[in-house]
């Protein structure tokens, strides 16, 4: 058998393979589309969307894996496939942080699949204000970076909303110098969001340091606005750079490799346990000596691992502060809930934010 025989056998079974495949996921859409139906029928609403099964199938998909293809790899086909099973019903709307191109977006279809609608917004408040009002299904807000620490904007909306966290995405973020022009010299002002400008602040020093640093509202629109006027530059993702037809003069300039930007999904759905969750929740006390250490006893106490620990002013008091706290497990876990119960004897304030699968991709 010559070359072109062996590949027209190989082909062949790739088309066989295909047509397997292609049936089995109607046959799959079929099935989604019936627990749909049940679920209305049994009065569950019209969103059938499952942050803790999605997350289940997800874990399954990547332990039972094989390869050659990598569990991470099948995951984000998975994620694809049951992204197009529930738009069969009712296509989510998610709302995010915008404009197009934001890494938002790019969070936001990394956690629903490509099969949603989305809708950019402008301001972390429009978000929480679009989902509380049922115009989104579901919301996504950047929460905290690797390098730069909280979106305090995030943090300070939850003081006043009554949405749930219903899910986290983490994403790795490349920053990329984007322009119209052609070369480093010819740019004198770059533009930026203020966490990016600060997240590439030892490159910008070393190959940038007399250009003006303008912060904007989102490295988005920054590329937008470098799109238009010529001798400027924006720090923005490579979608960015597609969306508003720039060239990157450098890219990856990100001091920290491994920036990473955490994302929370917020909803009006409690979610139930999916065997691997974290649970986010507010606490304050009158300032006292020993406030904060009382306030954590109850976790040590239950043996719950605290992952993050953050604190704002409570904007009711002067010097009073609210600490955010994520913590591993979910509220109906038995240990977290006799934890939550001393807590909210103990403190003078306690909002559980919501429990939710850890991020899975
Ligand atoms: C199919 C269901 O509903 C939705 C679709 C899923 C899927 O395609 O696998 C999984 C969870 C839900 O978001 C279900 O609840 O089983």
């Not at 679920?39 to 969103?47: P, Y």
């Not at 920290?256 to 691997?276: D, H, K, M, Y």
Request: aromatic share 6%; charged share 25%.
């Amino acid at each position: 058998m010559d070359d072109s025989q062996q590949l027209q056998q190989v082909r062949a079974r790739i088309d066989a393979l295909d047509e397997q495949i292609q049936r089995l996921l109607n046959e799959r859409a079929e099935l989604a589309r019936q627990t749909a139906q049940i679920k209305q029928a049994a009065g569950l609403g019209e969103n059938c969307f499952r942050p803790e099964r999605e997350a289940e199938i997800l874990r399954r998909v990547i332990a039972r894996n094989p390869g050659p293809l990598s569990g991470q790899e099948m995951a984000r086909l998975f994620r694809e496939i049951m992204s197009a099973c529930l738009a069969l019903e009712t296509p989510l709307m998610i709302a995010y942080l915008g404009p197009e191109g934001t890494f938002t977006e790019a969070a936001a279809l990394k956690h629903f699949g490509h099969s949603v609608k989305t809708r950019p917004l402008i301001a972390i408040d429009e978000i929480f204000r679009e989902v509380e009002a049922g115009t989104a299904h579901y919301g996504v807000v950047p929460v905290e970076n690797s390098t730069e620490g909280a979106v305090t904007h995030t943090l300070d909306q939850f003081l006043i909303s009554p949405l749930q966290i219903c899910g986290e995405v983490e994403l790795r973020i490349h920053h990329h110098l984007l322009s119209r022009n052609k070369a480093l010299t010819e740019v004198s002002r770059l533009y930026a969001h203020q966490q990016t400008l600060a997240q590439c602040r030892e490159w910008l020093d070393a190959h940038l340091a007399g250009c003006e640093r303008i912060p904007v509202g989102s490295n988005a629109e920054a590329a937008r606005r470098a799109g238009n006027e010529s001798g400027c530059a924006a720090i923005a993702s490579d979608r960015a750079r597609e969306i508003y037809g720039l060239q990157a003069l450098a890219t990856n300039i990100e001091d920290e490799p491994g920036n990473t930007t955490r994302f929370l999904v917020i909803g009006s759905q409690a979610v139930v346990p999916s065997g691997n969750d974290k649970t986010s929740l507010l606490l304050s006390g009158p300032n006292r000596s020993g406030l904060l250490y009382d306030l954590l006893r109850p976790l040590a106490d239950n043996e719950i691992s605290m992952t993050r620990l953050e604190s704002r002013p409570s904007r009711r008091k002067l010097w009073e502060y609210v600490f955010f706290i994520d913590v591993e497990g979910h509220m109906e876990d038995p240990k977290v809930a006799t934890a939550l119960a001393t807590l909210k004897d103990q403190a003078s304030f306690l909002k559980l934010l919501g429990s939710y699968p850890r991020a899975v991709i």
